[in-house]
Every structure is written in C-alpha cells, then in structure tokens.
C-alpha cells in the first residue's frame, strides 16, 4: 500500500533517522522525503512528508513504533492524529492563576496547552495572551476549548477563538 505520512521532527541531528529505522524494520520501502525547513510549526518541529510503500496491516505498528520513538505523527494519508489551535485570552490572566488553567487542559489526557505568549503592559491591568492547544483530534480539540471557554469565564477572562486552526 502507497502511504503518505507527515512526521514532526526536532531541528538536530538524528531525528530522520529515528523516523526511518521503524519503516525499514517493518519492510516499508521509502519513495520520497520532503523536508519542509520553512515551515515551522507551532512546536517549533519541522515538518517532513514521507512516501512509502508498506503492508496495511502494518500501517498502525508503524505509527506506534514513531511514537514510541518520540516522532509526533501529524497525518497518514490525510487522516489528522493531532489538531492544533490559537486562541487569544484577555483580562487578568496571571493573577487567575495560568498555571491552573492549563493544569486542567493538560490533565485531560487527550489536549495540551504546547505554547503560550503573555503580554502584561501593567503590573495591575489586564493582560494578553496567545495559548496554543494541540488535540489528538478535532473533535478533542473542539472539546479542550470549550473547557478552556468555561475556565476563562469562571475566571472571567474574554477567549477570542480560534485565531488559527491549521498549521500545515
């Protein structure tokens, strides 16, 4: 079966490898690489779409070999593993306690909050931020920010949502 798989890797050395060695174990033959150097993703990863030709059947050990491998596995063959967006938060985020609010993002087991930017312009007055959640899917991810939705208003901080959903 021809397969497309988009992979995330650290910018350093010995990440491709990590990432071919499971295909080559599992009788996979490589067709193509991209490497997508200008194209940045929110992890700070680049992303790199590989080709290959391997056995159906194989196809989810695969998966869970690059992920045991710490490869992140953003598609095979257009299905999306991991969804990610931006939402910008304003009012009194750090006195609400942030590390709280993403405590309860990251606890659910299927998002986590992977970026966060904070601008306070006064020690007093309110403040911006742009929080980043990846989910294992759409769904999840609608999921985590309808609970990051309700946490910002028990904290009563104003959610603009999403300022982004696709990062490919």
């Known amino acids: ?20 060695e499971p295909i080559s ?12 150097r200008e194209k940045i993703t929110p992890l700070k990863k680049i992303p790199v779409e590989i080709s290959l030709e391997i056995e159906e059947s194989k196809i989810q050990r695969l998966i869970d070999a690059l992920k045991e491998n710490g490869i992140t596995v953003r598609e ?3 299905v999306r593993l991991v969804t990610t ?5 304003i009012g009194h985020i750090v ?5 709280d609010t993403i405590n309860r993002i990251d606890s ?3 998002a986590e909050v992977v970026d966060l930017h904070i601008n306070m312009p006064q020690l007093n007055g309110p403040s911006t931020a742009l929080i980043t959640i990846s989910a294992t899917g759409k769904e999840k991810l609608k999921e985590a920010i309808e609970l990051l939705i309700n946490i910002c208003k028990e904290k009563g901080i104003l959610v603009v949502e999403p300022i982004n959903e696709e990062f490919l």
């Open 1 to 20: 079966m021809m397969l497309t798989l988009i992979v995330e890797l650290k910018d350093k050395p010995g990440q491709l490898i990590k990432t071919l």
């Open 25 to 36: 174990k599992l009788g996979g033959n490589v067709i193509g690489i991209v490497h997508k």
């Open 76 to 78: 095979y063959n257009q």
């Open 85 to 89: 967006s931006s939402l910008l938060l």
């Open 95 to 99: 006195h609400t306690d942030i590390s």
């Open 108 to 110: 659910t087991g299927f």
